[in-house]
């Protein structure tokens, strides 16, 4: 079965800092798809950033990038730069490739990042 | 591209009542999930299906819950006879293959 696993419930930073959230997962597909999501204050959840795993490449878009660590089935989420407006719940999420059949997201339980003046 | 649209947004229903959610996914996407968020439970997975056909519901509790995919552009979540633990934000979601799932804005439902 899959599964996924954030151990930080929580996390405060300083702005202009930099934050790395961890995420594991379990998976017995070939082929999968990593996600991190963002729930603001409101509770819309949005999209950030994905990492496919057969690419080696780290996945990186504006402040966000990605630790990839395929052998200890880790996937870390950097923010550089944070600003106030990055305080949420970040999720991890995993889902198998079309062809694996399990399409699904399976969510981490989120980290509460907290970003201070 | 306006996003998945969830129609409520709050929905307050008595006890014993019935509750029917809507989604409208992105267009073009095959895929339509639905989740439920709780501040105990997490994010659950409830459902999903792909080109409008039922595909995995291994998350939906068995006996007062069910979704349909009746078209292209929308899907209904339906709780018969609801109760308190019930209570719940509903997102439905939507995706093309292989990409990333784009969520709609939740159905915040009440049940009192």
């Known amino acids: 079965a899959q599964k996924v696993t954030q151990t930080q419930t929580s996390i405060s930073v300083v702005e202009k800092t930099t934050v790395t959230m961890d995420c594991v997962y379990e998976?017995?597909?070939?082929?999968?798809?990593l996600f991190w999501y963002k729930q603001t204050a409101s509770g819309e959840i949005v999209f950030l950033i994905r990492q496919d795993s057969y690419k080696k490449e780290n996945a990186t878009v504006g402040h966000y990038s990605l630790n990839f660590q395929k052998p200890k089935s880790s996937i870390g989420l950097i923010i550089t730069a944070t600003q106030i407006e990055d305080s949420a719940v970040y999720f991890c999420?995993?889902?198998?490739?079309?062809?694996?059949?399990?399409?699904?997201?399976?969510f981490g339980s989120g980290t509460q990042l907290t970003v201070m003046p | 591209n306006a996003g998945v649209i969830q129609t409520p947004r709050h929905k307050v229903t008595g006890k014993g009542q019935e509750a029917t959610l809507w989604c409208e996914p992105i267009?073009?996407?095959?895929?339509v999930f639905w989740y439920r968020q709780t501040i105990v439970q997490g994010l659950e997975f409830l459902t999903y299906f792909r080109n409008q056909a039922p595909i995995d519901d291994s998350g939906m509790p068995k006996e007062r819950f069910s979704a349909q995919m009746p078209n292209q552009s929308h899907s209904t979540l339906k709780i018969q006879s609801t109760q308190p633990q019930d209570s719940a934000v509903y997102l439905c979601a939507s995706s093309s293959t292989n990409t990333e799932v784009f969520f709609g804005k939740g159905t915040r439902l009440t049940v009192v």
């Open positions: 998976t017995r597909d070939s082929s999968y798809f």
């Open positions: 267009s073009g996407h095959s895929a």
């Open positions: 999420a995993m889902r198998g490739a079309a062809s694996s059949g399990s399409w699904q997201l399976i």
